[in-house]
């Protein structure tokens, strides 16, 4: 063991085998991370390979495999001693794989010293959760939810001596209802094992045990909601995976299982909808009316087409081009330190996302809740608008890597709100188009991007009918076109799209709590994939 001046942790070098060689291993408590380099002459730097302890999953003692050849003279001399180090391999496209390096050395108090030390190291990695509750979805996607887990999941828990306790759904809301009634406060963390149906079935239900152990009145719209503690993690297996992909930059299931088994822990904004002072859901991602609740709606209808349901909808619903009249009231996210065209991404450690936190902390301290939204003007908009989106995300995927907002964030406390009017199918089509491609999709004339903290829309229908859930904007409407030719002008409302559920009402109000939840997840890593790909192949060489 080698000491370092200064009072630094010290650091443990040894000579040990690798595959066919021997190389120089170096334990580094100071700087947190375990390497390995040939220290013969000349040195390559690509065969020098550093793994992070914190991205090491699990070590165990490992006994000799005596079928190998050719791995030196010792093995002829005297008995060998091995361990193994299972750890993250980053690939390509934030894909992560689990690999591993058996070690190993003749002096038998060595190896046991150097697992000793590794293990203990494991041990204060405090974030890493030790106990899980595991919802598994066998209908979402292509029912394939339990063989995900069981094939590809299970074991990595089980290497990293994580217990489980898996329930597999059997009916809508049974994980909902289950988390009202099982002892939370028992587990690191909630696993949901499906799409993001199945997510926002898990977060509900969390995110309502909290407000309701804590005596929090969900229909109260101005409620100061309590943050939830216990993380979510998401093991992507149904039709869409959206809040995956934008959280962790693939949608993969041993990547996924990777984050949580390390610990990671990414905050997430969430967004509650009500009407007339009445609860209806949360949101972490896309709020739709118009374009994306029509495709919704019709494609409920369809389920038993699988996945293909969302591209028939889609088609059918840009072919009716309908648009909606109506009134949006928003207040502006001023604490936010970006805007939705800074073309600046969230990634992991986002400084706008903390920064923002902060300033939003301090305001609410400050002011209060109430009277901060009291004191600051309402901007209002009214018009016919073919889609009104707000997003708490980027809400990117494989066919859409951008996302709806690209430089959305996932945890400053305000949505991006995108404001679709009325165009031709033809300018409408070239909006979409943009959604697939590197150019800027606000770059029309005809749509309008805010960055806000809450929010309120009232339909024309049911300004005139029902709604009395916002006076502000209320008698504002211009003369309307009272009849509908040919002019695809909708007489209906249409239907809100909240993270792939249906709403019924049209009237709602809308407001983000910032950092409400946490995920299992460490937010898009900056692109370093020619790097971890050249230093990933130089372990696969050697070992």
Same mark, same amino acid.
């Given at each position: ?97 689990? !690999? ?75 994980a909902k209802d289950n988390l ?110 118009? *374009? ?36 949006i009231a928003y207040q502006p ?92 199918? *033809?300018? *409408? ?12 999709? *606000? ?50 409302? !249409? ?44 372990i696969e060489q050697l070992l």
């Open positions: 063991m080698e000491r370092l001046p200064g009072g630094r942790r010290p650091r443990l070098v040894s000579s040990l085998g690798l595959g066919r060689r021997s190389w120089e291993v170096t334990l580094d408590e100071e700087r947190g991370r375990l390497a390995w380099r040939d220290p013969r002459p000349p040195r390559r730097a690509g065969e020098n390979c550093v793994v992070p302890i914190s991205e090491i999953i699990a070590v165990e003692e490992t006994e000799f495999n005596k079928k190998r050849r050719n791995i030196g003279r010792w093995q002829k001399m005297a008995k060998l001693h091995a361990f193994t180090v299972h750890f993250v391999k980053k690939a390509r496209n934030h894909r992560w794989r689990c !690999s591993a390096a058996t070690f190993w050395c003749v002096d038998e108090h060595l190896c046991n010293q150097w697992t000793q030390a590794l293990k203990e190291l494991l041990e204060m990695q405090k974030s890493r959760p030790k106990q899980l509750l595991v919802y598994i979805n066998p209908f979402g996607g292509k029912r394939q939810g339990k063989r995900i887990y069981e094939q590809k999941v299970a074991p990595l828990f089980s290497l990293a001596s994580i217990s489980t306790d898996v329930v597999v759904t059997e009916h809508a809301n049974h009202f009634e099982v002892n939370i406060y028992k587990y690191d963390g909630v696993v949901c094992v499906g799409g993001d149906g199945m997510f926002s079935e898990v977060m509900h239900g969390l995110i309502g045990r909290m407000q309701k152990d804590s005596g929090i009145d969900q229909n109260n719209p101005k409620a100061s909601l309590v943050q939830c503690n216990i993380r979510i993690g998401i093991i992507p297996a149904g039709s869409t995976d959206c809040i995956c992909y934008s959280t962790v930059g693939i949608s993969d299931p041993v990547t996924s299982a990777l984050h949580i088994i390390v610990g990671d822990c990414q905050p997430l904004d969430v967004s509650s909808v009500h009407h007339n002072n009445t609860f209806l859901k949360y949101s972490v991602s896309l709020l739709g009316y118009g *374009f994306y609740g029509d495709i919704l709606k019709d494609s409920e209808k369809k389920r038993w087409m699988g996945p293909v349901r969302y591209d028939y909808s889609g088609f059918k619903t840009f072919l009716s081009h309908h648009y909606y009249e109506g009134t996210a001023k604490h936010t330190h970006g805007s939705p065209r800074d073309k600046v991404s969230c990634r992991t450690g986002c400084y706008i996302c903390k920064e923002s936190e902060k300033q939003l902390a301090e305001q609410n301290k400050e002011h209060g809740l109430k009277n901060e939204e009291g004191e600051e003007e309402w901007k209002v908009i009214k018009g016919k608008f073919l889609a009104i989106n707000a997003v708490n995300m980027s809400c990117a995927c494989p066919r859409s890597p951008k996302g709806l907002s690209p430089a959305a964030h996932l945890a400053d406390g305000s949505a991006d709100l995108i404001l679709v009017r009325k165009c031709s199918r *033809f300018d *409408f089509l070239r909006y979409l188009v943009r959604h697939t491609n590197q150019d800027d999709q *606000f770059d029309f004339p005809f749509v309008d991007v805010y960055r806000v903290k809450c929010f309120q829309f009232t339909s024309k229908l049911s300004e005139d009918n029902e709604s009395n859930v916002m006076d502000i904007g209320k008698k504002r409407f211009g003369q309307f076109c009272r009849d509908h030719p040919a002019c695809c002008c909708n007489i209906v409302n !249409s239907t809100w799209n909240c993270d792939g559920e249906t709403l019924d009402s049209s009237a709602i109000e809308v407001r983000v709590h910032c950092q409400l939840m946490k995920l299992f997840a460490r937010g898009i890593e900056e692109d370093c994939k020619d790097e971890a790909a050249h230093s990933q192949s130089s």
